[in-house]
């Protein structure tokens, strides 16, 4: 399985976005005029709002850096997936929405809902801790290390520069062997 290196690379954000610009397209101001219907600027407010939610809580929670906060915004994400899909009920009712577009626009969401689902679930069963978990490479010795190889330069075929370390016990195996 490949690695996700960035949220746009989620399905699920994906399918939000998707989501948010058919909400932004299908349930704005001009709608309600060309419908020859009141402006109603709240409920356009809310829904765009709410689908816009579902895609920034999953790239925030993908930016925080830990499982358990990932795990937290897509829980957030996934209840602004239900809150659009209850705002496409009262469009339905009172007329903002033909019933194909209610179709089309719900689907979107209940797939949101339904990827976020599952990946949380998955997300919960792995490993994975987090890239604030994740142990950077070192770049460069410590100080203490260059001072024992400039005083014992024999050493230098056991410090390991990954670890930053010399093994010191493998030196003293070596040495052993050579006593026998």
Request: net charge positive; glycine share 4%.
């Amino acid at each position: 399985m490949a690695t996700i290196e960035k949220f746009e690379d989620l399905i699920a954000w994906q399918k939000a976005r998707l989501l948010t610009k058919e909400v932004y397209k299908n349930l704005n101001i001009e709608t309600f005029k060309s419908l020859n219907l009141q402006r109603d600027h709240g409920f356009c407010d809310q829904i765009q709002r709410a689908s816009v939610s579902i895609m920034s809580n999953i790239a925030e929670g993908f930016e925080r850096g830990t499982r358990q906060e990932f795990l937290n915004y897509l829980f957030i994400a996934k209840g602004s997936a239900g809150e659009v899909r209850a705002q496409l009920y009262v469009a339905l009712d009172v007329g903002y929405l033909n019933i194909e577009k209610f179709k089309y626009l719900n689907s979107l969401a209940v797939d949101c809902s339904r990827l976020i689902h599952s990946f949380t679930q998955k997300l919960k069963g792995s490993e994975f801790q987090g890239l604030q978990y994740k142990k950077a490479p070192r770049n460069k010795m410590s100080d203490t290390n260059k001072m024992i190889l400039e005083q014992m330069p024999d050493l230098e075929e056991y410090y390991d520069r990954e670890k930053d370390r010399i093994d010191f016990n493998r030196k003293l195996s070596d040495d052993r062997k050579k006593n026998i």
